[in-house]
């Protein structure tokens, strides 16, 4: 049997993909951003409509809306008049209604479906090109500032009082997110976003003892569901997304029982080591 | 006598409002002094501002050359969503050798704690942890925003004995936000009350019998912390 290019292409997109996902999705999970991830990329699809109309690249067209849609987020922020999850929603949906209208008024052939769901084994070699180069930057940027972004997250004063430019890093992560949104869309669709990075740190978190360690469960999380998403999608010719996620909710359940027995090979361990030690 | 930080009639409005207004304000080299005042009255905000977080609308704040404050923040909930040991927390950022580690937690009592998870501590370990980790690189200011305002009663006067004990030991200067006005006036030097401008300021007793102070808290309040400086220094005498 001899593997399809189309299948190769696939596999490292998406394994590139749950990397990112997953050094990201520490963030978005730690900093409660699961909301705000889910509203980009909802307003993605409106990107995505643009980058129809004036012939540029989508990847393009939805990281610059993406960026515009978090700048008025935190301009509407600063005002204190509506709670964010209120903003987020209006801006979300606003943005996809008008992204599905000026779509159907283009009046091209465009099969919303691989973009709401995703269409993993379509990826064609520019599309590999941006995620290996946005992606690369994200977890770049992400790695190179990672003691800096943790310190954050656990206290924004603490990390204020050390110098570290809060305001600055948080206009980071969100412009992080717009490129991890637009790299995204193929794989898993605009509405599965969310839960690609939500999901494979939720199930890492039961396993942890670390940041880093989270992260990198994270990242294997994300990399076996892909693999195993990607077989059934192929299989049984069901979009790539749901799959993907389907398998990722599975490898969640398995967590739990998994962390319970981990803890209780390390209480016993440290039990038996409480009685072996000598009294002092 | 150096000063470390001086503030000059700065003024901060927010949302149109003005949250400080003309405060004026020394720390001085082995100063211990605590900011007292009703909420809202700007007290986060001139710690924020005497350290550099934001920049006063009007008036001018001058830090000392090479002044190394450490910070104990306010509200401090340990994110549940994140795995982190006390001893990876302490090393965020910062390089601690292996003597320092040591000193540092034996000081703030807090040895056996290093390999616990950082969300499973109670307020007063999590708030021992930050003055360790405020501890870190020798400052020569430590800055506190309400830090024992979670803590029982039992737990402040632990707290605040233990940051006495680190005042003499380590010789430095505190500059404290504080609604324990009880614990303030036994442990502090000297007290200034704010609300949005400076309404007194001085040694705790003298304080406590300014017109001022009665009307901010209450005639109560400065009978009440009257009689309880008379004790305090009673039990000293004996």
Redesign the interface.
């Given at each position: 049997m001899t593997i399809e290019p189309f299948i190769i292409k696939g596999l490292l997109a998406g394994v590139i993909v749950a990397l990112v996902a997953g050094v990201m999705g520490c963030f978005v999970?730690?900093r409660r951003m699961a909301y705000f991830g889910d509203s980009l990329a909802h307003s993605a699809l409106l990107g995505i409509a643009l980058g129809i109309a004036l012939g540029v690249n989508h990847n393009l067209s939805v990281i610059m809306l993406c960026s515009l849609f978090a700048l008025i987020l935190v301009w509407l922020q600063q005002k204190?008049i509506f709670a964010t999850d209120t903003l987020l929603g209006i801006l979300a949906h606003a943005s996809l209604s008008i992204g599905v209208i000026t779509i159907s008024i283009l009046e091209q052939i465009i099969d919303l479906h691989s973009y709401l769901f995703g269409d993993i084994l379509t990826v064609g070699n520019d599309q590999i090109w941006w995620l290996v180069v946005g992606g690369g930057s994200v977890l770049g940027v992400l790695t190179y500032n990672w003691?800096?972004l943790?310190?954050m997250?656990?206290?924004e004063?603490?990390a204020?009082?050390?110098n570290?430019p809060v305001a600055r890093y948080q206009m980071l992560l969100m412009f992080l997110m717009t490129i991890v949104v637009a790299i995204s869309i193929k794989i898993v669709g605009i509405l599965l976003i969310a839960s690609l990075l939500i999901i494979a740190p939720a199930a890492s978190?039961q396993l942890?003892?670390?940041?880093e360690?989270?992260a990198m469960i994270a990242c294997l999380i994300g990399v076996i569901s892909v693999v195993i998403g990607m077989y059934f999608s192929f299989e049984l010719d069901t979009p790539s997304g749901p799959t993907i996620v389907a398998a990722l909710a599975a490898l969640f359940v398995i967590s739990f029982p998994i962390s319970r027995i981990t803890t209780k090979k390390m209480r016993t361990f440290l039990s038996q080591n409480e009685e072996t030690r000598p009294l002092s | 006598m150096t000063d470390l930080i001086t503030a000059s009639n700065i003024t901060v409005n927010r949302g149109g409002k003005k949250i400080l207004d003309d405060v004026s304000l020394k720390v001085g080299t082995s100063d211990f002094i605590t900011v007292l005042g009703p909420n809202g009255g700007g007290k986060s905000m001139l710690l924020k501002c005497l350290m550099g977080f934001y920049a006063p609308d009007q008036g001018q704040v001058t830090k000392a050359n090479h002044l190394k404050v450490g910070y104990v923040p306010q509200q401090f909930s340990s994110e549940h969503t994140m795995p982190i040991s006390v001893l990876q927390f302490l090393n965020l950022r910062k390089t601690l050798s292996p003597n320092e580690l040591d000193k540092i937690s034996t000081e703030t009592n807090i040895t056996d704690l290093l390999h616990k998870s950082l969300n499973v501590l109670s307020g007063g370990e999590l708030q021992r942890i930050l003055l360790a980790r405020s501890l870190i690189g020798k400052p020569s200011l430590l800055v506190l925003d309400e830090p024992a305002q979670n803590l029982d009663i039992a737990g402040q006067l632990a707290f605040y004995k233990l940051l006495t004990r680190i005042y003499e030991q380590r010789e430095l200067t505190i500059l404290m936000v504080s609604h324990d006005l009880h614990m303030v006036m036994a442990t502090t030097r000297r007290v200034i009350c704010l609300f949005r401008h400076v309404c007194c300021s001085g040694e705790p007793q003298v304080v406590t019998k300014d017109p001022e102070f009665k009307t901010l808290f209450g005639n109560d309040m400065a009978e009440m912390m009257a009689v309880y400086q008379h004790g305090h220094k009673h039990s000293h005498d004996h």
């Amino acid at each position: 049997m001899t593997i399809e290019p189309f299948i190769i292409k696939g596999l490292l997109a998406g394994v590139i993909v749950a990397l990112v996902a997953g050094v990201m999705g520490c963030f978005v999970v730690w900093r409660r951003m699961a909301y705000f991830g889910d509203s980009l990329a909802h307003s993605a699809l409106l990107g995505i409509a643009l980058g129809i109309a004036l012939g540029v690249n989508h990847n393009l067209s939805v990281i610059m809306l993406c960026s515009l849609f978090a700048l008025i987020l935190v301009w509407l922020q600063q005002k204190r008049i509506f709670a964010t999850d209120t903003l987020l929603g209006i801006l979300a949906h606003a943005s996809l209604s008008i992204g599905v209208i000026t779509i159907s008024i283009l009046e091209q052939i465009i099969d919303l479906h691989s973009y709401l769901f995703g269409d993993i084994l379509t990826v064609g070699n520019d599309q590999i090109w941006w995620l290996v180069v946005g992606g690369g930057s994200v977890l770049g940027v992400l790695t190179y500032n990672w003691s800096s972004l943790v310190l954050m997250t656990i206290d924004e004063d603490l990390a204020q009082a050390e110098n570290v430019p809060v305001a600055r890093y948080q206009m980071l992560l969100m412009f992080l997110m717009t490129i991890v949104v637009a790299i995204s869309i193929k794989i898993v669709g605009i509405l599965l976003i969310a839960s690609l990075l939500i999901i494979a740190p939720a199930a890492s978190r039961q396993l942890s003892k670390s940041p880093e360690m989270m992260a990198m469960i994270a990242c294997l999380i994300g990399v076996i569901s892909v693999v195993i998403g990607m077989y059934f999608s192929f299989e049984l010719d069901t979009p790539s997304g749901p799959t993907i996620v389907a398998a990722l909710a599975a490898l969640f359940v398995i967590s739990f029982p998994i962390s319970r027995i981990t803890t209780k090979k390390m209480r016993t361990f440290l039990s038996q080591n409480e009685e072996t030690r000598p009294l002092s | 006598m150096t000063d470390l930080i001086t503030a000059s009639n700065i003024t901060v409005n927010r949302g149109g409002k003005k949250i400080l207004d003309d405060v004026s304000l020394k720390v001085g080299t082995s100063d211990f002094i605590t900011v007292l005042g009703p909420n809202g009255g700007g007290k986060s905000m001139l710690l924020k501002c005497l350290m550099g977080f934001y920049a006063p609308d009007q008036g001018q704040v001058t830090k000392a050359n090479h002044l190394k404050v450490g910070y104990v923040p306010q509200q401090f909930s340990s994110e549940h969503t994140m795995p982190i040991s006390v001893l990876q927390f302490l090393n965020l950022r910062k390089t601690l050798s292996p003597n320092e580690l040591d000193k540092i937690s034996t000081e703030t009592n807090i040895t056996d704690l290093l390999h616990k998870s950082l969300n499973v501590l109670s307020g007063g370990e999590l708030q021992r942890i930050l003055l360790a980790r405020s501890l870190i690189g020798k400052p020569s200011l430590l800055v506190l925003d309400e830090p024992a305002q979670n803590l029982d009663i039992a737990g402040q006067l632990a707290f605040y004995k233990l940051l006495t004990r680190i005042y003499e030991q380590r010789e430095l200067t505190i500059l404290m936000v504080s609604h324990d006005l009880h614990m303030v006036m036994a442990t502090t030097r000297r007290v200034i009350c704010l609300f949005r401008h400076v309404c007194c300021s001085g040694e705790p007793q003298v304080v406590t019998k300014d017109p001022e102070f009665k009307t901010l808290f209450g005639n109560d309040m400065a009978e009440m912390m009257a009689v309880y400086q008379h004790g305090h220094k009673h039990s000293h005498d004996h």
